[in-house]
């Protein structure tokens, strides 16, 4: 009995602020899975789905073009190093307000912008959602960078020396030994991505707040719109317990087998 009077502190606010509310989810939900069919719902449903799939990929890439240019002896490791991780340590919604300046019709990009034919970028369907997605990956690719460079340098270099007298060139090498080994490095990675671009929507609080005409209305942003806004509970419930199906299913059927070809020597 005296283990559970200390832990009776934690499991009241664990049940106070996850499982009573997640039950209330579950309950209103439930009944409510119909309005996911709605068009502004569907809609917010596909534009996360592409979200996701421009997201992640371009993060993982640009973190390891970075965690390259780090590895390297090259003079870019120091532009690297500013460039890419500065924004890991900046708070989302400051990362977010310097593009909302820079994007700006008022901006002092706004001859540049004018010369791309990109007055308002942000008013423009297309633009503001490439503009949230650029800036979500910029936000990310710093982290994923330091996961690809701790995979570098566990890679044996007697494997790259063995590739260059083999006469491997600096890209066969790469594709033939470096790539197989971040396997692991590339799948963790992956997963982290996926998750933070499901899971990080401060950016779009500052940037869009879902438009224009709904382009950048990621799922979570329009559950906040639906219950703290519009007092929807019931709509918002049902997306919410919607991304949670897609994560669960992630988690139990795509993930394990996924993994199975993640390590090079299996």
Known sequence: MRPWLFLLPTLVFLAAFTYVPALRIAIEGLPALPK??????????????????????????LGLLAALALEGNGRLRQWVRVLVFHPVILPTVAFAAVFLYLLNPLGPLQGLLRGLGLQNPLGDPLGAFL??????????????????????????????????????????????????????????????????????????????????????DHVLYRVYTLGFEYFDFPAASALSLALLAFLGLLALVALPRLERGVHYDA
Do not use: C
């Open 36 to 61: 996911l069919l709605v068009p502004e719902n569907a809609s917010s449903l596909r534009v996360t789905l592409l979200y996701v799939l421009l997201n992640v990929p371009l993060s993982i890439l």
């Open 131 to 216: 503009a949230v997605v650029l800036v979500g990956v910029l936000k990310d690719a710093g982290l994923y960078m330091l996961y690809y460079l701790a995979g570098l340098q566990n890679i044996p270099k007697e494997l790259l020396e063995a590739a260059q007298v083999d006469g491997a060139g600096r890209a066969l090498a790469f594709f033939k030994v470096t790539w197989p080994l971040l396997t692991p490095t590339t799948f963790f990675v992956g997963v982290m991505a996926a998750l933070g671009a499901l899971r990080n929507v401060d950016h779009i609080f500052i940037l869009t707040k879902g438009g224009p005409t709904g382009a950048t």
